[in-house]
């Protein structure tokens, strides 16, 4: 199957179907599926204003392999992403200042998101990494990130060089997590998250105790986007002035109701979707 996709347009449509009014910046380039992004972004309610298309640039594309159980890897093409630029977010600056709270992840550059961090800073506001497909962070980021959201598998790469001919251990407990994620917050964040997948995910601040949700169980099809659904639906719990403890459910269960569907875009879910499959789980 192909849909519309990218971690930038899934988590802004996730945002959208769980009530936040949304903005952004997301590039194209000058070819089919460049266009076929305009009909995406309004299908997906969003501002068409988001696009940003570049000349003589392929549009970013990625495949998705999944097995048998509904696990994933991804191939990306970046494409016209990384053209996108620290002076296209300076251009949108009083976009960023309103915002209450401002989304990255890392399908683009580094200079687009260190200025876009940079001015929501200023301004008070709260920022959220999603360093995915990872690579190193500049220290930049370490210092303006306000949440950092990663995977057990991220989390170990960004704290520990593996030796040679041996992997390192991968988080599997939340003993483990709360470890790693301590290691994090050591780097600059005032929040790290730690998603372990059917193991449920595990939260720090700083002095505070570390706070664990369990995952909702279901029958995984395609965990394809299940962790843009986890960081859009922490990113609007936490914007609507929900606890962390409530947000971090509400994240979990957006998870899961991704990965019971092949595909993403379809199964983004909207508010009244996950009120429901929260009311259901609440009563089993």
């Not at 070819?31 to 501002?47: H, M, V």
């Not at 269960?253 to 019971?260: D, L, N």
């Not at 508010?271 to 009311?279: A, G, K, N, Q």
């Amino acid at each position: 199957m192909m849909e519309p996709g990218g971690k930038g347009f899934n988590l802004a449509v996730g945002a959208r179907r769980l009530g936040a009014t949304v903005d952004g910046l997301l590039a194209t380039g000058d070819d089919g599926f460049g266009e076929a992004a305009q009909d995406a972004l309004a299908q997906a309610d969003l501002p068409p204003t988001m696009l940003r298309r570049y000349a003589q640039k392929k549009t970013g594309a990625g495949v998705g392999f999944i097995n048998a159980q509904g696990e994933n890897c991804l191939a990306v093409y970046p494409g016209a992403n990384l053209a996108l630029s620290a002076a296209d977010v300076a251009a949108c600056a009083q976009q960023v200042s309103r915002a209450s709270m401002t989304l990255a992840q890392f399908e683009i550059a580094d200079a687009p998101i260190i200025e876009a961090f940079r001015t929501a800073r200023a301004c008070g506001t709260r920022t959220l990494l999603n360093p995915s497909p990872l690579r190193r962070l500049d220290q930049r980021l370490w210092e303006s990130t306000s949440i950092l959201i990663v995977n057990a598998i991220e989390a170990v790469q960004l704290t520990s060089a593996p030796e040679a001919g041996r992997a390192s251990p991968i988080p599997a407990t939340w003993d483990e997590a709360s470890e790693i994620a301590g290691r994090l917050l050591a780097r600059g964040p005032e929040m790290v998250v730690v998603t372990l997948g059917a193991g449920g995910a595990l939260a720090r601040q700083r002095g505070k105790s570390p706070l664990c949700q369990q995952a909702f169980p279901v029958d995984s099809v395609d965990t394809l986007g299940a962790g843009d659904a986890f960081t859009a639906g922490l990113a609007v719990s936490l914007d609507e002035g929900r606890t962390l403890e409530d947000s971090l459910c509400r994240a979990c269960a957006c998870g899961a109701m991704v990965s019971r569907k092949l595909g993403v875009l379809a199964a983004l879910p909207t508010i009244d979707e996950l009120e429901r499959f929260l009311v259901t789980r609440a009563l089993l």
